[in-house]
């Protein structure tokens, strides 16, 4: 994603497009159905389908390749959907108003690196016309009031990634998308981040993190596991310490996984039968 889809991404609360309302409350945050994405030849998502709830951080977790890029972006609205269809807030993912709610942060970040900390943030709060207090609310929420003024070619890797979170919180988004926020990180920072989050989720704003680091499950409400574009389940990470026989979560996955192959191989054996 270049600036300009991420400045439309980081967008202010508004007004619901004519003849559309929020979702409730008790509404799914999301809603996924039967989506498929298809570049070229290559099947990126199969058949994915789950519910997010609202006011929680749900975790997208699956090796490198499976897909969570992909599926991030249909949420956000950013990538053409083969079939299936993508609820945002109550309303079709990519539709105009829900610029106004849904805050997206990518692996690479979407800053300008010759403008300061405070400058990227007000830039984009300006945008979403949001006051001077909400980019010092932003900053504040990210920890980086220290280093307002300083130029974000001059940061840590690390801070450098807070600015871009900084750019999304600006506008008070009520769904949060992270793209692998804490890639890079070492452990303190990470969780320090995952602090953060809690907080948001806390306060009510929903996430979406994604992530290739099983540790990070736990600090999770739900979980979404994603492989080779299919997600083989949802559930908490209790239920996959469970469902996996390990209390090593890492361990749990490829359980799952060894169990879903051992399924497919079942399956085709059947159907060559058949045949």
């Not at 570049?39 to 951080?57: C, H, N, Y």
């Not at 969570?68 to 309303?91: E, F, H, N, Y």
């Not at 984009?124 to 980019?135: L, N, R, W």
């Amino acid at each position: 994603m270049n600036k300009s889809e991420a400045a439309m991404s980081h967008s202010p609360a508004g007004s619901p497009a004519p003849g559309m309302s929020p979702a409730s409350p008790a509404s799914p945050a999301v809603t996924v159905e039967g989506l498929h994405v298809t570049r070229g030849r290559k099947k990126i998502l199969r058949g994915v389908d789950f519910a997010m709830e609202p006011g929680r951080i749900t975790g997208l977790l699956g090796p490198s390749g499976s897909g969570k890029t992909t599926l991030m972006r249909c949420i956000v609205g950013v990538q053409r959907l083969t079939a299936g269809s993508v609820d945002v807030l109550g309303r079709p993912a990519g539709t105009p108003s829900l610029r106004h709610d849904v805050g997206y942060v990518t692996q690479a970040p979407s800053v300008y690196t010759d403008l300061s900390v405070e400058a990227n943030v007000r830039y984009f709060g300006a945008m979403h016309g949001v006051s001077a207090a909400d980019t010092a609310e932003a900053i504040a929420a990210v920890g980086l009031e220290s280093l307002a003024r300083r130029k974000t070619a001059d940061l840590s890797g690390g801070e450098f990634s807070r600015v871009s979170l900084a750019c999304a919180l600006v506008s008070h988004p009520k769904l949060l998308v992270l793209d692998e926020p804490t890639v890079g990180l070492d452990p303190v920072l990470r969780a320090e981040l995952w602090e953060r989050f809690a907080a948001l989720a806390k306060a009510g704003t929903t996430l979406l993190v994604s992530s290739h680091v099983m540790e990070e499950a736990s600090h999770c409400s739900s979980l979404l596991l994603l492989r080779d574009g299919l997600l083989l389940a949802q559930l908490s990470p209790a239920e996959l310490s469970e469902r996996g026989h390990s209390n090593d979560l890492e361990q749990a996955f490829l359980h799952i996984i060894q169990e879903a192959g051992a399924a497919s191989s079942h399956r085709s054996a059947n159907e060559s039968q058949v045949a």
